[in-house]
């Protein structure tokens, strides 16, 4: 049963207008989101302070005046900041409950190699602990990212069952998943791995059971508006896009005439904030990011 807190987040992301905002960076993506922020690599010895850095960078972005729940629909973390505090409160409760921005947590351990053109996931290790641990802390839901590069129909097939399987487990658990089967944007075969992936979505969507219903995560695809079926889809909660390595101005672009969909960028966000500025000069450059994504995901 539902938590009253779900109920409230479940109502946001349905109605109200915004965007997410993916903070999720992990692992092997941090020391260039360090440095895109203005942190060398020379500035940490090991993992642990890299992890604080990265931390005291999102701390900044979510403790920020611009950054609340009038814009900012959700916010997808990643374990390491789940297991964290943001001004003595556990990050996730602070998201919700002093920002009304509804908490998502990053849930897949990275990707297998290239096979038939795709990249699954890689076996997610401990995963019920991981959402019983994401539900104690009133998370509303996950996100998980597999890679296609070919219009490859076994390799397409094989990202949206694994994506759909694990998926349903995350729904048994009381959270709502982010299916998230990314297409590079520099594919050669990006509109007809585009068309593949709808098809293998909307059949998974239309085999799931009464009360079963998950958010997609999709790359802002080449022919506009091409993921209306997706977005008017029952089982479906919401569209949100990624920026998959468009500039913001490019990708606000792109999101705009794909209508119902809205944004869940990461560098895109934070293209422009740094580590140097004062916080007068990054909160103007923030709430600049945020605005721009806003009206773009208005459409």
């Known amino acids: ?54 931390h005291a960078m999102r701390t900044r972005i979510v403790t920020s005046d611009v950054f609340n729940g009038e814009r900012v629909l959700g916010a997808i973390l990643f374990e390491n900041t789940l297991d964290r505090d943001i001004e003595g409160m556990s990050s996730a409760h602070y998201l919700w409950e002093k920002k009304q921005v509804v908490p998502f947590l990053k849930v897949d351990k990275g990707l297998a190699e290239e096979a038939n053109g795709v990249q699954v996931m890689k076996p997610i290790a ?24 070919l219009a490859n129909e076994e390799g397409i097939k094989a990202v949206v069952a694994q994506q759909f399987e694990v998926g ?59 993921y209306k079926a997706l977005v008017d889809h029952p089982k479906v909660i919401k ?12 990708a606000n672009a792109k999101l705009a005439q794909n209508h119902g969909m809205i944004a869940s960028f990461s560098r895109a966000l934070t293209e422009g904030v740094s580590a140097q500025q004062s916080q007068a000069e990054f909160d103007e450059t923030l709430n600049n990011a945020i605005e721009s994504i806003y009206q773009a995901s208005k459409s």
Not at 17 to 38: E, H, M, W
Not at 239 to 250: E, F, I, Q
């Open 1 to 54: 049963m539902a938590s009253q807190a779900q109920l409230a987040m479940l109502d946001k992301i349905k109605t109200q207008t915004g965007f997410i905002a993916a903070l999720d960076q992990s692992g092997g993506s941090t020391p260039k989101a360090l440095k895109l922020y203005g942190v060398d690599e020379s500035a940490y010895s090991n993992d642990e302070e890299m992890f604080d850095m990265v």
């Open 239 to 250: 569209v949100v896009a990624l920026s998959g390595g468009y500039s913001r101005d490019d």
């Open 168 to 226: 349903k487990q995350i729904i048994a658990a009381g959270l709502v998943p982010i299916i998230e089967p990314e297409v590079d944007i520099n594919s050669p075969e990006k509109a007809a791995a585009e068309a593949l992936l709808q098809a293998e979505i909307i059949a998974q969507l239309d085999a799931l059971e009464e009360g079963q219903e998950v958010m997609l995560k999709l790359t802002l695809p080449n022919e506009a508006d091409f």
């Open 126 to 149: 401990g995963l019920d602990a991981l959402l019983s641990k994401a539900v104690a802390q009133d998370v509303f839901g996950t996100k998980m990212r597999s890679v296609v590069k």
